[in-house]
């Protein structure tokens, strides 16, 4: 049983789907021991995540694992229709669909809770907080959930401080295998490329001015600059703020960067760091988007409140006409710019966050009964085994310690 836009997309997904896998080779790895062990035999695994060809490569691992994958997308603008449509076909509960409502999109976290989930993966922490707030008879049987972004562990961190959280959280978000690659490399990447989709500019030359300087930030800054833009930073931390000034970027205010850039790109998990005060600062011609989990760093609200019209210049991309003629242009409705407007993140990178998501699934059902209700770090095996098969599957060889450099590294003498 799903519920998607259009089954008969389903050979176009599956094309994307096959496009991924061949980039995924660790996660293939995972699979064919998968396949023989069937660590989820008998549970039902509940996703949340955006639904594109990646997202699809992990669903249909831990269905060859021997689960049963119910799955909804976890951004309105992020599920590909054609590939939610193939992933059903393949045997996956699927309900999500490009352009859901908000109300559309938590009927759809219900009906994926309605399959009993006793695993949960989240992208945002959005289906435990209906869990813990709204289907709370599948605490009892539920074994645990993994978290695959910073705005999620957050959310799931405040669970616990409340003494809410009801079962065990793995933060997969908070592994080397995925903030340094996945949040620096992917994202760095695909939110240039989300950019460049829907606007067709030169970024070499503008300023691109990049809202928080964490994993998500640094990788956009760094792509950013390797194109060719004079980048600036905007921060709250001080040491972050002054990483960005020694890697080059130069560092102010939002107040002072509104009146000189050419492209904002928000990463901060925060809410309002692009307000109306930035708005009536900026040039004309100005490009908005966003890169954080949810659409609150740009205030959209207060953009529409300003504009005397507004009106689609191209594919996601709105423009907005200031009373005194100057046109800002905000892309993919202030959503996830790399989603919305690109494919999201390369495959090969997924294939670490995805490994590193099925092997702490398996560990949680392994682990089951043993953990306490509260937000583990990944387990130091898991992001290792991850790496090591990710260099073993591109053929590049590392060194290893003899004994006796063992020795001395361990010695105080
Ligand atoms: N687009 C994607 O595909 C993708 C991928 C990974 C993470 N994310 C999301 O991106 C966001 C950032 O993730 P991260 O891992 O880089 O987090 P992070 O915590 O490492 O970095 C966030 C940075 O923003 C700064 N910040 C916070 N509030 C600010 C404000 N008001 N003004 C300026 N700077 C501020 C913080 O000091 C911090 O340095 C989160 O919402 C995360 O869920 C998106």
Known sequence: MSKVKDPSLAPQGELKIEWARAHM?????IQARFEKELP??????????????????LGQSLMVGGATVTITGSNPLS??????AALAASGAHVYAWRGVTPQEHHENLLRVLGHNPRVVIDDGGELSVAVHTERQQLIPEMIGACEETTTGVHRYRALEKD???????????DTYTKFLFD??????????????????MLIAGKTVVVG?????????????KGLGAKTVVTEVDPVRALEAVMEGHRVMSMKDAAK?????????GCKQIITSEHFAEMKDGAVLANSGHFDVEVDVRALRQLAVSTRTARQNVEEFKMRDGRRLYLLAEGRLV???????HPAEVMDMTFADQALCAEYLVKNKGKLTPKVYGVPPDIDKTTARLWLETHNLSIDSLSPEQSRYLNSWE
Request: aromatic share 6%; hydrophobic share 45%.
């Open 338 to 344: 790399n989603l919305a407007a690109a494919d999201g």
């Open 163 to 173: 003494g809410l959280l009801k079962y065990p959280v793995i933060a997969v978000n």
């Open 212 to 224: 928080g300087f964490g994993w998500v930030g640094r990788g956009i800054a760094l792509r950013a």
């Open 25 to 29: 080779p660790v996660l293939r790895k």
């Open 183 to 200: 949040s620096q490399h992917g994202t760095g990447q695909s939110a240039l490329e989300g950019v460049m989709r829907a606007t067709n």
């Open 260 to 268: 000189i850039g050419d492209i904002f790109i928000t990463a901060t």
């Open 40 to 57: 989820f035999r008998g549970i039902t695994i509940g996703m949340c995540m955006h639904l594109e060809m990646k997202t699809a490569v």
């Open 79 to 84: 599920t590909q229709d054609d590939v939610a």
